[in-house]
């Protein structure tokens, strides 16, 4: 009689230690939501805060403005710093133009006419110095222009012979290392020009609006708290004797004190490698000493019933696993 109590008792806690395992694991926390900062990357006076707290906005949708003005202007100047290095840069690589090389042709063949007149004066004054004819300071003032006119005539070759050959390569690589500096410069000036407004990196709702128009901001200064809509976390804890029963990919589903007919579907997404003591949030006398691991439910498709911080039931089923669960483990 002893032994079938027994064998009785037994088999009833086997029957619902399996199911227990079958059920999965119960677990409870919280709703942990994302939040962004939003601030400028540039500092300067707000001009418009486009959203008021509660509001809903799209990602890439502009949040605030900065007095743009002296940004535009900064583009202004660069933009012609730009076309004038541009056009510099041109100059070079285009070389002389036609006319000026036509211009320095002419210099030479004057001074080459010149040239050959002062030689023939040259050999009559030089006839008529040694005869007695002249005198010799005349003979010594047509020597000296025969020797201008020789160096103006080399300096005008040299002249055609630049004017062939274009500006050196040393300078026409300055002036496309300037052309390249204009460029970087408007690009930065553009880029400040678009940093003067923010734009919503994500899908969310306004959460906090902290500064308001015609405030003077600093570079990073928050303006605004956008709260994400996606993704949607459960921060829950596991005891180190149930770690081995979860696994990311795990289904679960979650509960919350106002629909605790209407569960939320969602996945184990991230388990912690690192041992911790229980939060005070959940702590009691019997679980203060003991050692959890942090775990994150990510819940997928959520309806904005959950909040930041709500308490959760999280039932895991490691018998099921949602596509969305296998797609992000």
Do not use: C
Not at 101 to 112: G, L
Request: a neutral charge.
């Amino acid at each position: 009689m002893v032994l079938l109590v027994v064998g009785s008792g037994l088999g009833y806690w086997l029957l619902h230690s399996s199911n227990g395992n079958a059920e999965g694991l119960v677990l409870y926390g919280n709703v942990d939501i994302r939040k962004v900062d939003l601030s400028f990357r540039v500092g300067g006076r707000i001009a418009d805060v486009l959203f008021e707290e509660g509001d809903r906005v799209e990602t890439g949708q502009i949040v605030a403005r900065l007095d743009a003005i002296p940004y535009r202007d900064e583009e202004r100047l660069a933009l012609a710093r730009y076309r004038q290095a541009d056009a510099a840069l041109q100059k070079m690589e285009a070389g002389s133009r036609p006319q000026e090389i036509a211009q320095a042709e002419a210099s030479v063949r004057e001074r080459r006419a010149t040239l050959q007149n002062l030689r023939l004066e040259y050999r009559r004054s030089r006839n008529l110095v040694q005869s007695g004819a002249i005198a010799r300071q005349t003979f010594d003032n047509v020597t000296a222009r025969l020797h201008e006119a020789e160096a103006r005539l080399a300096t005008a070759q040299e002249g055609l012979r630049l004017a062939r050959e274009g500006f050196r390569a040393e300078d026409i690589a300055a002036a496309r290392a300037n052309l390249q500096a204009a460029e970087a410069s408007l690009a930065l000036a553009r880029t400040r020009l678009d940093d003067s407004q923010i734009e919503a990196p994500a899908e969310g709702i306004i959460l906090t609006r902290v500064e308001e128009p015609g405030a003077i901001v600093r570079t990073g200064q928050t303006v605004a708290v956008l709260s994400l809509i996606d993704p949607i976390w459960v921060r829950a804890y596991v005891e180190e004797p149930d770690l081995g029963r979860v696994h990311p990919g795990m289904a679960a589903e979650i509960f919350t004190d106002t629909r605790p007919d209407q569960p939320y579907f969602g996945h184990v997404g991230f388990i912690s490698p690192e041992a911790e003591f229980t939060p005070k949030t959940v702590q009691t006398e019997t679980l203060r000493t003991r050692l959890v691991y942090q775990l994150r439910i990510i819940v997928d498709n959520p309806d904005q019933g959950l909040r930041q911080g709500m308490p959760v039931t999280a039932k895991l089923n490691p018998s099921r696993q949602t596509g969305a669960s296998r797609r992000n483990r």
